[in-house]
């Protein structure tokens, strides 16, 4: 008996207001293992990669894995998978939270949304009942109001997926906020979720999710949780200060992206650093489903420019978007956009980013403050907050910030000062200094993305060895590495920062005593490279050619001004070609017919 898997799949759709269940394809599941894999396997064979993200014929794929839902090492996550809208390559955004779960209790393993509502609506599911109602009353609402409403109206233990007035108004990089605080964040998946006129998905189940082994279960999680205590990273840092831990690690490093990425090293690094967030801010940890780390952060903002709240956040990559990258140094106003971001559902990276982007075209002259109706400066903490606030409404100069960085600096002819690959703002490392991460913005397969081959592990924190963060020399091996590593890990259901102290070994231990297969590390590992290259043909075939796997001019050409880098470029010209060696592609960068009938890629 296989286990993990439910085998069934929920087909709804909009345009038509009829939902089907139909039998999970079981050789399918084998091969792209779940969650990230498995929803885009579904996903390329069904949808036209030429398709237009906000037409009808897009479609919207929720995708927990096997393992998610069981009482393994974090497996509480799954993977909103669509085409994207900001960058026009395959979506795939990851969150945790409780709702992944709920959706395996209530007996699912792909819930595929297809067609357009002809007015809003939203999606409640209890078990096998499903039903699709009108969502005029909670239209506008943030995630905070829906959840209320739906734990009052449908039941009062559903775990919910919504999006906020960003996502209704199609702001490139609207997010779908889940459990009112986790994220399916990046590439504007909550904007595809507005264009069909879905407001919400609200799911209670009861049904739980069977192993195939419980006593050797058992013992695999028993080794990951005791693997995961052992961590220094796991079992100290993320939990005292979560995620901005690494505020001053990375700064120290001189790879801190500051102004636009004009600096690498934020001279008030500190007054912004996780430690500092744990003195002024943070009332508790708060975990996901089956979590031991726990490294949310549950904070309370008292500043009386504000209104007095209690939210979550602000994150590591929160705190440079909003921080660092617009040159703002006051914590609590960080801390209010960050929350801003949640209540309008937006990623905080593009969101911050595209802002810094717009500081620097204004203080260059490029950008008339008539446009924007106001100064728009480096380091102003209200500017910053305000155009957040306008870009979830749209109005305003927010209507061109919701657009992202890379087309707002086009509009005014200058797309060099957005710092981006394929459109899709970077993250909060500088590449021009770790230059496996430098290899990997430029090959993830839905632009510039540190959650797709998280190299800054191996070449900053040493793990699993340390690695010379200047170097080039084997970062093709480890990049490709990384990248297939991660779609293993977003496939089964885990949480990414379980890898800070398992490993490959651990994975397969929890995937093969849950589903019964008798998979090898190997076996893993080359359905993680399956997974990469079936998001890689689509992309080619949507259009997105290799040329796009590069690198804005300031990272390539302008070297690091200050810090330990000083002098650093990034030597993609070296890494790229090695690159598509280690995976056995051409040097064209298009995957080869031996390479796709190695991976058994029709």
Not at 16 to 43: D, I, V
Not at 397 to 404: Q, Y
Not at 417 to 433: C, H, I, L, N, T
Request: net charge neutral; aromatic share 8%; hydrophobic share 40%.
């Amino acid at each position: 008996m296989l286990g993990g898997w439910i085998g069934n799949v929920l087909r709804i759709n909009l345009s038509k207001m009829t939902y089907n269940f139909e039998p999970l394809n079981y050789e399918w599941a084998k091969l792209y293992l779940g969650g990230r894999g498995l929803g885009s396997k579904y996903f390329t064979e069904e949808v036209d990669p030429t398709v237009d993200p906000f037409s009808e014929d897009n479609k919207l794929i929720l995708s927990p894995g096997p393992l998610t839902g069981t009482y393994g090492a974090a497996n509480g996550r799954y993977m909103m998978i669509t085409k994207s809208p900001l960058t026009g390559t395959i979506a795939c955004s990851n969150s945790g939270g409780y709702f992944p779960a709920e959706l395996k209790y209530a007996g699912i393993d792909l819930v595929i949304i297809e067609g357009k509502a002809s007015h809003p609506v939203y999606i409640t599911i209890y078990n096998n009942q499903v039903a699709i109602k009108d969502a005029s009353k909670i239209w506008g609402k943030n995630s905070d109001e829906v959840e209320d409403y739906l734990h009052s109206t449908f039941h009062r233990d559903a775990k919910i997926a919504s999006i906020g007035p960003a996502g209704e108004k199609q702001v490139l990089f609207a997010a779908i906020m889940n459990d009112k605080h986790r994220a399916a964040g990046r590439s504007g998946v909550g904007a595809v979720m507005g264009s069909k006129n879905l407001k919400a998905i609200a799911v209670r189940g009861t049904l739980g999710v069977k192993v195939a082994d419980r006593v050797k279960f058992r013992e695999a999680a028993t080794d990951a949780f005791r693997a995961i205590k052992e961590s220094p990273v796991t079992a100290a840092g993320l939990p005292a200060y979560g995620t901005a831990v690494l505020v001053n690690v990375i700064n120290q490093n001189g790879l801190f992206p500051t102004r636009n990425f004009q600096d690498d090293v934020f001279e008030d690094a500190e007054k912004i650093s996780g430690e500092t967030l744990a003195k002024q801010l943070l009332v508790r940890n708060k975990a996901c489903m089956s979590c031991m780390i726990g490294c949310a952060r549950v904070t309370k903002l008292a500043d009386p420019r504000y209104k007095a709240q209690t939210g979550e956040g602000p994150e590591y990559e929160t705190i440079f978007a909003l921080g660092s990258d617009c040159g703002v140094s006051d914590l609590s106003a960080i801390t209010k956009a960050n929350y801003l971001c949640n209540e309008y559902g937006m990623d905080p990276i593009s969101a911050g980013a595209t802002v810094a982007c717009a500081m620097e075209m204004f203080e260059k002259g490029i950008i008339p403050q008539s446009d924007i109706g106001m100064p728009l400066k480096f380091g102003d903490a209200d500017a910053l907050v305000k155009m957040i606030e306008l870009t979830g409404k749209r109005e305003g100069f927010g209507d061109k910030l919701a657009l992202g960085s890379y087309r707002l600096a086009s509009l005014y002819g200058h797309p060099e000062f957005s710092m981006s690959v394929k459109k899709q703002e970077f993250p909060a490392y500088d590449g021009r200094v770790a230059q496996g991460m430098a290899l990997e913005y430029a090959t993830s397969n839905r632009g510039a993305c540190h959650v797709r081959g998280y190299m800054i592990s191996p070449e900053i924190m040493g793990v699993p060895e340390k690695l010379d963060p200047y170097a080039t020399e084997n970062k093709a091996f480890w990049t490709k590495t990384f990248q297939d590593v991660t779609a293993v890990v977003d496939s089964v259901g885990m949480c990414l920062f379980t890898t800070f102290a398992i490993n490959i070994n651990h994975i397969t231990n929890l995937f093969t005593s849950a589903t019964g297969l008798d998979y090898t590390q190997d076996d893993m590992m080359k359905a993680g490279e399956r997974i990469y290259n079936i998001e890689r043909l689509f992309n080619l075939k949507a259009g997105i050619d290799p040329s796009q796997d590069t690198l804005p001019k300031r990272i390539l050409e302008e070297p690091v001004k200050q810090g330990p880098a000083k002098g650093m470029v990034a030597k993609l010209s070296v890494l790229l070609p090695e690159y598509y060696k280690e995976r056995g592609w051409g040097s064209d960068g298009i995957p080869t017919q031996e390479k796709l009938k190695e991976l058994n890629i029709a």
